[in-house]
């Protein structure tokens, strides 16, 4: 127990030390801007002054930031880098801890410098004081120190160079590693908690396009994993889309062969560029269709998935902002007409996708959720999840669609 903490404190402190040196990096990247372009004789305007602070505090906090804890994480160690600073190297050290503690990163009363005053202006039947306030926009640290400033940020960008050469030629498996952020990992355990659920049995007169081959209709017997292929690449472009698209449910002609939701084989393929709709809307990867090519030689095609995308794109919007899903996920069929029919799915059925969605809401960071049509809200309703609802395209509500939901992206 005791040495596998040990490694791990080893495995910390190593982390700290390589992102440390991008911080050094960014600090004397802001720093050299701000030398650029200030000269503390000549005059500047109030935005001119607040893009040279920018500057400052961008240098100050990217210095700082490793010799701060974060919830009682590890901080950089001068002494394991090999750095000994000299007294004058301490004493601008402390005095960039200082700023950045009392005034850049934190608003210390007792070192809030400003004026406030009023001044009485005439209005109809009288007079009136409005308020003013007046801030130091001035530059904090002395110009003389940004030499010095930035022989430390050097020394120090230096030292973890050599610190990394070292590890390299004595332990290269210590730095082959990847180490992605917290928040990025949960979103990833939340996604594959996801790709399982849409993987399961869904019963009776449901296809499910991630798992199930359809012999008559698709081309292989692999059709099930390019839909899922296709289906997480078109997710993986909108890890920080701001809005989720909610319809009833899949089709055949849409999500049924491509394995997207409102998103047909015809526009995956490019064959709806004619009208704006190129492929690359939906992914810059590249797409593969699933169904048999003697059914559709240019794919088949869903009129409610054309008019989405034709929205967006019409409107400029950036589609990698758009999630399009189903609140019952997979494809109901009426059972005598076969895979190529629709049907509404039922009240418990629209029970069961409602696991799947909040999966997928859970792993998104979804700023609006618009829902299409009746079913998609009410499910939205039963999860107690805000949203707003909107017109579904099908069935002559097209126009009624566009309408909504411009108004909706423009609040």
């Known amino acids: 127990m005791g040495n596998q903490v040990k490694r791990e404190n080893n495995h910390a402190r190593l982390k700290r030390i390589i992102y440390s040196g991008w911080d050094f ?40 930031r490793p010799f701060e804890a974060s919830r009682n994480k590890s901080t950089l160690s001068l002494k394991e880098i090999g750095v000994k600073l000299t007294a004058e190297e301490k004493q601008l050290k402390n005095k960039l801890m200082f700023l950045r503690k009392k005034i850049i990163a934190h608003s210390d009363e007792d070192e ?43 020394k120090l960008i230096h030292a973890v160079s050599l610190y990394k050469l070292e590890k390299a030629k004595d332990n290269p498996e210590l730095l082959n590693s990847y180490h992605p952020p917290k928040t990025l990992i949960n979103n990833q355990k939340a996604l594959n908690v996801f790709y399982k659920l849409i993987k399961e049995d869904t019963g009776d007169s449901v296809f499910n396009p ?18 899922l292929y296709n289906l997480k690449k078109y997710l993986k472009e909108r890890t920080n889309a701001e809005y989720l698209l ?122 609006k959720i618009i829902a299409l049509g009746n079913k998609a809200h009410n499910t939205l309703i039963q999860l107690q999840i805000d949203a707003v609802k909107v017109r579904h395209p099908a069935m002559g509500g097209a126009k009624l669609f566009r309408e909504q939901f411009l108004r909706i992206i423009k609040q």
């Open 210 to 227: 991630w798992r199930d081959h359809d012999p008559k209709n698709d081309f292989d017997a692999i059709s099930p994993e390019i839909r």
């Open 112 to 154: 809030m410098h400003f004026r406030v005053s009023t001044f009485e202006v005439n209005i109809p039947n009288g007079k009136m004081n409005i308020p003013h306030a007046q801030f130091d926009e001035w530059i904090k640290l002395p110009e003389e120190d940004f030499l010095c400033f930035a022989d430390l940020i050097s």
């Open 25 to 64: 990096q960014q600090s004397l990247s802001a720093l050299t801007f701000l030398m650029e372009e200030f000269d503390s004789e000549d005059e500047y305007s109030y935005v001119e002054l607040r893009k040279l602070k920018c500057y400052e505090t961008s240098a100050i906090i990217s210095f700082c």
């Open 246 to 367: 909610l319809a009833e449910a899949m089709g055949y002609q849409g999500g049924h062969f491509t394995g997207i939701p409102m998103t047909s084989e015809r526009i995956i393929l490019g064959n709806k560029s004619d009208i704006g709709i190129s492929s690359s809307h939906v992914c810059n990867s590249t797409l593969r269709r699933t169904s048999n090519q003697k059914r559709h030689e240019n794919g088949f095609n869903e009129p409610t998935a054309t008019i989405v995308w034709q929205k967006l794109i019409t409107e400029t919007l950036d589609t990698r902002n758009y999630v399009f899903w189903n609140a019952f996920a997979w494809h109901p069929y009426k059972r005598n007409g076969g895979l190529l029919t629709n049907r509404t799915p039922g009240a418990s059925e629209m029970r069961e996708g409602e696991i799947v969605l909040k999966a997928l809401i859970d792993a998104f960071k979804f700023k």
